[in-house]
Structure formats: structure tokens, C-alpha cells
């Protein structure tokens, strides 16, 4: 009988909710303020629904991570994932805090070049990286991350015709042990193919191979998944040195750190459920250190974590249109938002807060968006206070993708503002205007009836 591997106890915190001499309440307090300025204030001046973010919270989760991280090793970078939320306002924040750039496409990489990112400090993932794409990130310097064989070779010949040697590495899938595996990007650890990308990169001559990295999956709730991946990249990069005579410079974890979100269908809310930043490095970094490098051998490691320093620095705010009843007696509340710019509602079971002070009668009810669609449904089933027409709620946890993968569907899409340090607001995105939108059609002349 094998003997189970010993886990040190931990102690977390619950989140049961406030009590009363009823038990526990069926909801939430009102938020009838974020950093110290007024909900109502701000729908009055911005509009409902908005977007609102904290400078103040991403800049803690910021500092908090980097802690987390650099108090257990020495070289630590974190790169600002663009598309989990690629306002430029909010991507400043983060460069302000240190953060490089980590982009997947063409026109993030533009995007993190416009708000002042040096060429040396922006890492270009994904599979879809076009000609001019590559030329310009060499020509920068930036580093490449590859994703399969055929942007190998097309990588290899674009050098020989530019004459240059850029900073690379190889995005590497693995077995973690979490299924479904993420295999569909990289090159697979077990069955060779990223020893083969390796030895292909090495023998080219063209290419300087400075980093391993790997993206296990996304709102990953197992931090010993990480420890796996850590030591699978410690593995290639120790062959790298004794068999090719390579020195890997970096070991990129990527991303996929949750947020404190509810995923549809937890029993537990999901502030009782998901690691903290603290258990994901003490697995990362644990794991590099006990590999066995020589201290002036160790890599630097990387971390283009996203959604766990963004989530809760945004909300949504919006407005009660309607009430009514479905045939089968429930309650249906009518929001002026919808899935069109609340994408993640697909994904968690956000928490809807009311933005004033409310009755202590209270309903299980399905919240609905304002789109004629069926599937526009913001909460399936969520116990509120009885909210009326013109009653203001806060959404919470919405600072990821939200602002990257809305839609412009039946509604054109809203302010979003920022709340700085001091509490004043700011104004980082204007709302669509019709004319905004139509400013990319064309019309032909014999369909012109003006």
C-alpha cells in the first residue's frame, strides 16, 4: 500500500454571511458605494448600465500577487494579460505596477507598443501571428512564444531573409492530471513533440531559445496542477543544459489563476472555494527551487495571470426595467444589461447587490437582460429584496473579458469609468453612438435612398 504523501493543515476562511435572529440573510447589504463615490451618483452622471473600475483594488491584487510570489523567489515578473481586459486606462495601471505585456495577437501587440511598453518587454503568444506581426516583434525584439511546427519553419525562413536571431520560446501542453487537457495550443511533453520543436530551434542556427512556457488551463482551482507543470518545464530546461548546451533564461507559468467568482453549479460560493495567490506560488516556486539549479542557474519566472488581478476591481452598474410574472409563478426581474456586455453571466453565478436601501422581503427570481433573446439571462435563480422599477443594483466581479468579449448586439455598449486613488472618476471609454457605429459601412449607390 503506498503511503499518502503528507499535506500541511490550513485553515480558511467562511464566508456564512451576517446573522439575525431569523439566521442568515437571504442576500446581500446594499452597495450604495464603491471607493467612496455614490452608485446613484455615478449612473446620474455616466448612464445606466456602466462599467466601473478600481484603480485602488487593482493596484492591491497587483502588490498582493507580486508579494505572494517574490517572498518565496527571487525572479519574479508578471506580464498584464491584454485580453482579459485591454482598456488602455487599465493596462497603464498595471504597467505602472511593473507588469510587462502579454499579447495574442496583432492588434493587442500595437495596443501595448501605444502605451509605452518597450519592444524587449511585450511576449507575443498564440497560433494566429501574421507576417508582419513577426517582422515587427523582431525588429522589436520582443519574445515569441511558438506555437506549432508550421510557425516554426515560417519563423526560421523570415529570419534567414531579415538576417536577425530573436528571443524565443516554445509554448509546451502537458499532462497535469486536470481533464479535459489543454492540448489544443503548443507542443505535447510526453509524447516528444516539444523536445522536437527544441532540437529543431537549436539546429536552425536562427533562433535564440531563451524561454520555456505553458498555459495549463483557465479558472484553475488546483495550485498542485501548477507544481506539476513547474517541474515538467524544470525537466526540459535541465535537458536543454546538459544535451544541447542551452540555457533557458525563463520558465513562463502563464496564467488561468481564478477569481473569486461563483462557477454555475458550486455548491460553495466561490470566496470559500478558490485558492489563494499564496497557495499557486508556494507550488510554483516550491517546485523550481527543489529542482536542484545552482542559485545563479535559477530562471526568471514569468506569470501572465489575468482574471485574478481584475475580476473584483470592476462592476457593472444598472437599472430595473420591469417585473413580471412567467407562467409557472416565479418572479422576473427585466435589467437594462444583458449577456450582450455581461458575457461571463454564461460562466458564474455573479452577485447582484441592490444599490439602495431595501425592504427585508425577499424572492427567489430569475434576472433577465433586455435582449430579445431566450438565452438572455443574467441570473437563472437568485434570492433579492423585491426590486422595483428604477431601483439601481451592482454587479460584482466583472473587471475580466467582459470589456474584451461584449458584444455589440441590439444595444450599443456603455461608458466605463475609473475610480482613481483619491475617489475622482474618470471617464475611459465613451459609450457607442450610432454614428460611431456605422462609421464602417458602405453603402452602394443604388441601395442609397437619400
Not at 219 to 239: E, I, N, Q, S, T
Not at 294 to 316: N, S
Request: proline share 4%; net charge neutral; with cysteine.
Amino acid at each position: 500500500m503506498t503511503k499518502l504523501k503528507y499535506e500541511r493543515p490550513v485553515i480558511k476562511k467562511m464566508n456564512a454571511g451576517l446573522m439575525n435572529k431569523f439566521g442568515t440573510r437571504t442576500e446581500y447589504q446594499p452597495v450604495t458605494h464603491i471607493d467612496g463615490v455614490g452608485v446613484k451618483d455615478m449612473i446620474k452622471k455616466y448612464g445606466s448600465p456602466c462599467f466601473v473600475i478600481s484603480e485602488k483594488q487593482i493596484r492591491r491584487n497587483s502588490q498582493n500577487a507580486n508579494r505572494a510570489f517574490k517572498t518565496r523567489y527571487p525572479k519574479v515578473q508578471f506580464a498584464w494579460s491584454y485580453k482579459t481586459n485591454y482598456i488602455n486606462a487599465v493596462c497603464n495601471v498595471f504597467h505602472q505596477e511593473g507588469s510587462w505585456a502579454e499579447v495574442v495577437s496583432g492588434f493587442e501587440y500595437n495596443k501595448a507598443l501605444g502605451n509605452g511598453v518597450p519592444g524587449n518587454k511585450i511576449i507575443f503568444n498564440g497560433p494566429d501571428k501574421s507576417e508582419k506581426d513577426i517582422r515587427e516583434a523582431i525588429l522589436n525584439d520582443s519574445m515569441l512564444h511558438i506555437d506549432h511546427f508550421d510557425e516554426l519553419y515560417s519563423l526560421i525562413e523570415l529570419c534567414e531573409a531579415m538576417d536577425r536571431k530573436p528571443r524565443v520560446a516554445i509554448r509546451v501542453n502537458m499532462d497535469t492530471g486536470i481533464y479535459p487537457m489543454w492540448d489544443r495550443f503548443g507542443f505535447n511533453y510526453e509524447n516528444g513533440s516539444a523536445w522536437n520543436a527544441i532540437n529543431k530551434i537549436v539546429a536552425s542556427g536562427k533562433l535564440n531559445l531563451v524561454g520555456l512556457h505553458c498555459h495549463i488551463g483557465t479558472f484553475m482551482l488546483a495550485p498542485w496542477a501548477y507544481g506539476v507543470a513547474a517541474g515538467k518545464l524544470c525537466d526540459l530546461m535541465y535537458h536543454c543544459k546538459t544535451q544541447l548546451n542551452v540555457s533557458i533564461q525563463y520558465l513562463d507559468l502563464g496564467g488561468g489563476f481564478p477569481s473569486a467568482n461563483t462557477l454555475k453549479g458550486a455548491y460553495l460560493p466561490g470566496s470559500d472555494t478558490v485558492p489563494s495567490i499564496e497557495e499557486f506560488a508556494e507550488a510554483i516556486t516550491t517546485t523550481i527551487l527543489n529542482y536542484g539549479f545552482k542559485q545563479d542557474e535559477l530562471p526568471l519566472l514569468i506569470l501572465e495571470t489575468g482574471r485574478a488581478l481584475i475580476d473584483d476591481a470592476g462592476y457593472l452598474l444598472g437599472s430595473v426595467l420591469a417585473n413580471k410574472r412567467l407562467s409557472d409563478g416565479r418572479r422576473a426581474t427585466i435589467m437594462d444589461f444583458g449577456v450582450n456586455i455581461l458575457f461571463t453571466s454564461f460562466w458564474y453565478d455573479h452577485k447582484i447587490s441592490p444599490a439602495q436601501e431595501f425592504t427585508h422581503h425577499s424572492e427567489d427570481m430569475v434576472l433577465y437582460g433586455p435582449l430579445c433573446m431566450n438565452i438572455d439571462i443574467v441570473r437563472e435563480s437568485v434570492n433579492l429584496p423585491l426590486l422595483n422599477k428604477g431601483d439601481q443594483v451592482v454587479v460584482h466581479k466583472v473587471g475580466a473579458y467582459n470589456m474584451t468579449q461584449w458584444m455589440q448586439f441590439i444595444a450599443m455598449r456603455p461608458n466605463v469609468v475609473l475610480i482613481d486613488m483619491k475617489g475622482t472618476t474618470h471617464l475611459i471609454r465613451k459609450a457607442e453612438t450610432l454614428k460611431y457605429m456605422e462609421e464602417m459601412e458602405l453603402m452602394p449607390t443604388f441601395l442609397n435612398n437619400k
